[in-house]
């Protein structure tokens, strides 16, 4: 935990009680603070009251008294309005912030100078931050790794010198975090996303924008039209060092992909090959690691320990993640696919593609996969949306009703095994939310996890 010093005798208001909200709570008054914490749900409010924690009703609390409303990044600070306590703040001039601000405070109060990689991105950035942290460990480096990936910030152990934070922001965090200035700054891509929280594109671009401003070091990437802006904008101020990055041959960047090869231009150092990276398949796993490799030589990382690293990197869960291998059959979990777009990397990494796939469907369903059907040689359906992808599927991909991922996975593996193909594929990718059959998409994963293992080796 990072106690939160330096509010040490404040007075401060909390509103958000979940699990980041708790662990903020938490250290506000392991750090001397004293907390009025809220929330809209009577079950949360409970929570925190059974672990010894004062709970006030802010509705009727004199805001006058308090330093500073510390907002859970769930709760909207803008759009489509502000919350209730938000309004309630601005009316009595407190200032609104989140973790990440109270971390940024605490670095800047107890090491100054202790190395601070910050990640954001619309796509791609729970991988970076998980390659960056892997990276790091694996060249002998104190690493903490938190924040929008899974450990609250303030959960991890405090800043040193020697200690790397790497924290993976989302906009709504950076959004409540105004000094927010990290040794590395990552700003992987922007397209349109959670657009209800920040009024349109252009709002939603300014906000990831701020993770990098304040960086020593700003990595940009310009592979997409947004980000290349702010990087233009970025590289014209003096007084930094902006470098921009692409997955592919892009004449704009700094670090690119060629050939599935990391390339630095300019540098006399080899490029780093990446075909023997299996959890860094696909042209957005090239972006991934572009920026990784980026970030971690700011860091000092020597190459030769960047590109032994890349290959023991085991991925995220969930996310194009082998699973297993019976023969020359490759299991794939990609179960975090909940779209067609998302699907699509899957789609476009691997060959002979037995894929399974369905569940509650997006706007828009598999049609803009067709492209890509030519990769798959026999799709497995599942869930509710299992009717209406057999109808784009027509003609063009050999097709099997199988209702349940149990049956749809025996299916495919028994296919798959009497493949020519050099390593056919058992992916699920399946293109649609989970909610008809299982709790999150993590369930599904875990399911599909499960049921390869008992293929493999006879146990559930």
């Known amino acids: 935990m990072i106690p939160v010093e330096t509010l040490r005798g404040k007075t401060v208001a ?27 749900s009577e079950t949360a409010r409970a929570r925190a009251s059974a672990d010894g924690f004062l709970v006030v009703d802010l509705a009727q609390a004199d805001w006058s008294r308090f330093t500073l409303l510390v907002l859970a990044p769930g709760v909207p600070l803008t759009h489509p309005e502000p919350h209730w306590t938000v309004k309630r703040a601005h009316a009595a001039g407190v200032p609104v912030i989140g973790d990440i601000e109270l971390f ?17 991105g619309t796509n791609g950035k729970s991988t970076t931050t998980a390659l960056i942290a892997h990276v790091l460990k694996e060249a002998g480096r104190d690493v903490a790794l938190g924040g929008n990936i899974g450990v609250p910030v303030l959960d991890l152990p405090p800043p040193t010198d020697g200690r790397v934070h ?16 990290p040794t590395v700054g990552l700003l992987i891509n922007i397209t349109p996303d959670h657009l209800d929280r920040h009024g349109d ?38 007084g930094r060092r902006v470098v921009t990055v692409s997955g592919g041959e892009s004449p704009l960047a700094d670090v690119f992909v060629a ?58 869960a969930h996310r194009m993640e082998e699973v297993g291998r019976l023969g020359h059959v ?37 049609e803009p996969l067709r492209p890509l059907f030519p990769r798959i ?20 991909v050999p097709f099997e009703q199988c209702g349940t991922l149990s ?20 992916l699920l990718s399946p293109a649609c939310a989970s909610f008809d059959q299982f709790a999150n998409f993590e369930a599904r994963g875990d399911a599909f996890r499960a049921e390869v293992q008992y293929l493999l080796n006879g146990e559930p």
């Open 14 to 40: 909390l509103f958000g009680l979940g699990g980041s909200g708790l662990s903020t709570l938490h250290a506000l008054v392991e750090g001397g603070a004293e907390v009025s914490a809220w929330d809209d």
């Open 104 to 120: 940024a405070r605490e670095r800047s109060a107890l090491a100054p100078v202790a190395p601070f990689v910050a990640i954001t």
């Open 166 to 181: 790497v924290v993976e922001c989302s906009s709504y965090q950076i959004d409540l975090a105004p000094s927010l200035a």
């Open 201 to 238: 594109l252009a709002g939603y671009a300014a906000v990831k924008e701020r993770l990098v401003a304040k960086a020593e070091t700003a990595l940009v990437g310009v592979d997409d039209e947004p980000s290349r802006e702010i990087a233009a904008r970025l590289k014209a101020e003096s």
């Open 259 to 316: 050939d599935r090869r990391i390339v630095a231009r300019g540098s006399a150092e080899p490029p780093i090959d990446l075909r023997n990276a299996r959890a860094l398949r696909g042209a957005h796993n090239g972006q991934n690691a572009a920026f990784a490799y980026a970030a971690v030589r700011a860091l000092g990382v020597a190459r030769e320990d960047i590109a032994r690293a890349f290959e023991t990197f085991p991925g995220l």
């Open 330 to 366: 490759l299991f794939v979990n990609d179960s975090k696919a909940t779209n067609a777009d998302a699907a699509e990397k899957a789609l476009m990494s691997f060959r002979d593609i037995h894929w399974i796939l369905g569940g509650k469907a997006k706007a828009g369903g598999i």
């Open 377 to 396: 040689a026999k799709a497995y359906l599942i869930g509710a949306a299992a009717e209406d992808f057999a109808a784009t599927f027509g003609d063009a």
């Open 407 to 426: 049956h749809a996975l025996e299916a495919a593996a028994r296919d798959a095994s009497r493949s020519a193909a050099e390593e056919p594929v058992v």
